[in-house]
């Protein structure tokens, strides 16, 4: 059993359709608390349904912070993630930080180099590039460091390389200390069986679909940009491709569907190696009544 402590802020990771934003919804209405977003592409307007933002229904039960908030065609780093969530951190409402962007939650914890931001024409140049050419520019140190097949990982790696002169790694290894102390705070991961996640997502996806994923594609077309951040959002190019006369809407979905098995199989790969120290919760398996206890 899971204690959660009234005064100390809670961080809930897992992979995408764990049930991560059920788990925090319960826990503020059961004890308080504000919810922050420790997503990647829940922070950008425009993809409220494809990436799975809290509705209407949920808002309506517990304050909620840092989604949507990002226009859809604008930058976004790890570095400004912190930067927004740090007045949580002080606030008298103790926050229940919650996504699946295991970087975010790593530098919350352990600490972020303060890395100059990459300049636009040097991030279009990146853009043509290869994931192998990018690789291929990169040291020993820093792919040891990274997920090598994540594009944006290894861009931001190499976008770092080339306009500093330095390593991401070299970077790195001059971390200041956290904001927050992995003591300070509750942390959890969600870790739940491949079959019964993978038959989640599937799921959740045709959900999307029923929800209106494809008119919310169709809002974006005008503006679609493949460069962009937040068209990084899983089934984002899928549904795009559809409305262009490229993918069948079968197609599409399946393809979804694939990309976001594959994406859940990197994140559990990186919670398994980072997050050895948290409590660790399948929900397939224990109701949340059950697992948790709450303590003033």
Same mark, same amino acid.
């Given at each position: 059993m899971i204690e959660i402590a009234a005064h100390k802020p809670v961080l809930i990771a897992g992979p995408t359709a764990s049930g991560k934003s059920a788990l925090a919804l319960h826990i503020a209405r059961t004890q308080g608390g504000v919810i922050v977003n420790a997503d990647a592409l829940q922070v950008f307007d425009?993809?409220? $349904?494809?990436? =799975?933002? #809290? @509705? @209407? *229904? @949920?808002?309506?039960?517990? #304050? !909620?912070?840092?989604?949507? !908030? $990002? #226009? %859809? @065609? =604008? #930058?976004?780093? &790890?570095? /400004?993630?912190?930067? /927004?969530? &740090?007045? %949580?951190? *002080? =606030?008298?409402e103790r926050p229940i930080i919650v996504g699946g962007t295991g970087l975010n939650f790593h530098a919350l914890t352990h600490g972020l180099a303060d890395i100059p931001a990459t300049d636009l024409a040097l991030r279009t140049q990146g853009n043509m590039l290869s994931l192998q050419d990018l690789l291929a520019d990169l040291d020993p140190q820093t792919t040891a460091r990274i997920d090598v097949n994540n594009r944006m990982r290894v861009q931001r790696a190499w976008e770092v390389l080339t306009q500093t002169g330095r390593s991401l790694a070299d970077w790195q290894d001059d971390t200041p200390p956290p904001l927050l102390a992995p003591d300070d705070a509750t942390k959890i991961t969600l870790d739940v069986p491949t079959d019964w996640l993978n038959a989640r997502i599937a799921q959740r996806f045709d959900i999307m679909l029923d929800q209106g994923a494809l008119a919310e594609a169709q809002a974006i077309l005008p503006h679609w940009d493949p460069s962009h951040q937040s068209a990084k959002a899983i089934g984002a190019p899928e549904m795009i491709a559809h409305l262009t006369g490229t993918l069948s809407l079968q197609d599409a979905r399946d393809s979804a569907i694939t990309a976001s098995r594959q994406y859940a199989k990197r994140q559990r790969t990186w919670f398994r190696s980072k997050h050895k120290n948290w409590c660790h919760l399948d929900i397939s398996s224990t109701s949340l009544s059950t697992a948790l206890t709450f303590v003033s």
């Open positions: 425009g993809w409220r $349904i494809l990436t =799975a933002r #809290p @509705d @209407d *229904a @949920d808002l309506a039960q517990a #304050p !909620h912070a840092l989604y949507g !908030h $990002i #226009p %859809f @065609d =604008a #930058p976004y780093s &790890t570095g /400004e993630w912190l930067r /927004e969530v &740090t007045p %949580f951190l *002080a =606030a008298k």
